[in-house]
C-alpha cells in the first residue's frame, strides 16, 4: 500500500505558568489537529514541520525533541487506500506574524486540558500526553547539539595534494545544500568544524546563508586527532558548557569517541542503548555516512547537561 509521508509540530508556550500547545481547524474537514502537511518532492521530515508550520500557522518555529510518529490508513483524492505516516516535534515560535494561510481559518492556544478535549482525532493525543509527560519531567526546554559527518569527498586515491586540502566532490557539494534547511529546522547558532576543507565545506553554504561565524578547530580535524586525541571531546564539552545551539563537523575516525562523550551524558543504560541503535543503525563499521547529521536534545549545560533524545537524519532521505 502506498505510503504518504506528513510532518508536524506542536508548538509550546508557557502563560502565566501554564502549559499551552497550539492546535488548528480546518473548515474543509471541520476538525482541530496540529499543524501538518505533506512532504514536498525531495524534502526530508524536519523541513517539511517546519515550513508546514509557518505555511499553517503563520509562525516561525525551531525544532525541539521529537515526539510520537501516527501511522493510519486513509483515502487518497481518487479514492485509493493509502498509509499516512506523520512525524511530529515539539517547536517552539521564534517569529513569524501568525497570519493564516492555505487551508487553515483559527490557530487556538489552549492549555492542555482544553486540547484535549478539542483534539478531533484520538490518534493525536500520543503527541500530546508525550510533550505534557516531557515537561513533567522537566525535559521540554532543550537545545540541540548536532554532529556531522563531513560530506563525500574526492577519494584519497585519486587526490595528490594535502589530505586537509582535498575538497568535496559533486555529491558532497549537493549534500552541503541540502543541510542548510535542516540545520535552519533546528535553529543551529553556533558552528565548529575541523579545518580541512572537505569539513568546513560541509558547513559553508549553511553559515553563508545564515551570516553565521565558522569557527574552525584543528582538534576536530583527523590529523589533529591523531596527534592529541582529547581535543575533539574538549570542544565537543565546550558546547556543552555554552548552551547555545549548535553544530559539530568533524570526521569519521573522531566521531566514536565524541559519540562516547555523549553517551556519558545520557541518563540511564535504557537511553543510552536507545542512543546507541540511532547512531550505529545501518552504518555499524563507521558510526555515520558521509553527510549524516546526529541531532542530540540537551537539558542544562555544564556539568548538568543532559541528552534526552537523539535522532539523525541524512540530507539525501528524501521524499
Do not use: N
Not at 140 to 153: D, E, N, S
Not at 198 to 212: I, K
Amino acid at each position: 500500500m502506498p505510503v504518504v509521508c506528513a510532518a508536524g509540530t506542536l508548538p509550546w508556550r508557557r502563560r502565566r505558568g501554564h502549559l499551552q500547545v497550539a492546535l488548528v481547524h480546518r473548515p474543509r474537514y471541520d476538525d482541530w489537529a496540529w499543524a501538518k502537511g505533506k512532504l514536498d518532492p525531495g524534502e526530508i521530515f524536519p523541513v517539511a514541520a517546519t515550513r508546514e508550520t509557518q505555511e499553517e500557522t503563520g509562525l516561525e518555529v525551531r525544532l525541539g525533541r521529537p515526539l510520537p510518529s501516527s501511522t493510519y490508513r486513509l483515502r487518497d483524492r481518487c479514492g485509493e487506500p493509502v498509509v499516512k505516516d506523520v512525524r511530529y516535534w515539539c517547536a517552539e515560535v521564534v517569529g513569524g506574524r501568525g497570519l493564516l494561510e492555505h487551508e487553515i481559518d483559527e490557530v487556538a492556544w489552549l492549555r492542555v486540558e482544553d486540547a484535549r478535549r478539542r483534539l478531533t482525532y484520538r490518534r493525536d493525543l500520543d503527541q500530546l500526553e508525550a510533550l505534557v509527560e516531557a515537561d513533567a519531567a522537566r525535559t521540554l526546554t532543550t537545545w540541540p547539539l548536532a554532529l556531522v559527518r563531513h560530506a563525500k569527498a574526492h577519494p584519497r586515491s585519486r587526490w595528490t595534494g594535502e589530505d586537509s586540502l582535498r575538497p568535496l566532490d559533486e555529491r558532497g557539494l549537493r549534500q552541503a545544500d541540502e543541510l542548510v534547511p535542516l540545520l535552519r529546522a533546528f535553529g543551529v547558532e553556533r558552528v565548529v568544524s575541523s579545518p580541512s576543507v572537505r569539513a568546513a565545506g560541509t558547513v559553508s553554504p549553511f553559515v553563508q546563508s545564515t551570516g553565521t561565524r565558522l569557527r574552525l578547530k584543528p582538534g576536530l580535524s583527523e590529523e589533529g586527532y591523531a596527534e592529541d586525541p582529547t581535543r575533539a571531546v574538549h570542544h565537543f564539552e565546550r558546547l556543552l558548557e555554552r548552551g547555545t545551539p549548535a553544530a559539530l563537523v568533524s570526521h569519521g575516525p573522531v566521531l566514536p569517541d565524541l559519540v562516547t562523550a555523549l553517551l556519558a551524558r545520557v541518563d540511564g543504560p535504557r537511553r543510552q542503548r536507545t542512543l546507541a541503535r540511532a547512531v550505529l543503525q545501518d552504518h555499524p563499521e563507521d558510526g555515520m555516512a558521509k553527510g549524516e547529521v546526529l541531532v542530540c536534545h540537551v537539558v542544562g549545560t555544564g556539568a548538568d547537561a543532559r541528552v534526552v533524545a537523539a535522532e539523525r537524519h541524512h540530507p539525501e532521505d528524501r521524499a
